[in-house]
């Protein structure tokens, strides 16, 4: 497989990983309390994953040569945003 078909791969992955991202806000609408909450910050770290990824691969003019250090900075955060998340799941267990 050469690098330009290799490149049009990742990046249909990468819409297809936010449309599923998209997906899961759509099936977590309407809990509410606390699972509500956990879900929906589970949720938003996936699309922040998603997003990264799709950056990362379109090569945004807007980053540059940063692109990979912005990349490692949004996926941070999603991952901050999962920790939250799953640490919600602590206040089911109570």
Not at 9 to 26: E, G, K
């Amino acid at each position: 497989m050469d690098a330009a078909t290799s490149n049009t791969i990742n990046l249909i992955l990468d819409f297809v990983l936010v449309a599923a991202s998209i997906w899961m806000v759509i099936a977590v609408r309407g809990v509410g309390g606390v699972v509500g909450r956990t879900l929906n910050l589970i949720v938003a770290g996936a699309i922040i994953l998603g997003v990264a990824h799709l950056i990362n691969d379109i090569d945004a003019p807007i980053v540059g040569p940063y692109n990979a250090l912005v990349h490692r900075i949004i996926v941070l955060i999603g991952f901050v945003v999962l920790i939250v998340g799953f640490r919600q799941i602590r206040v089911l267990t109570r």
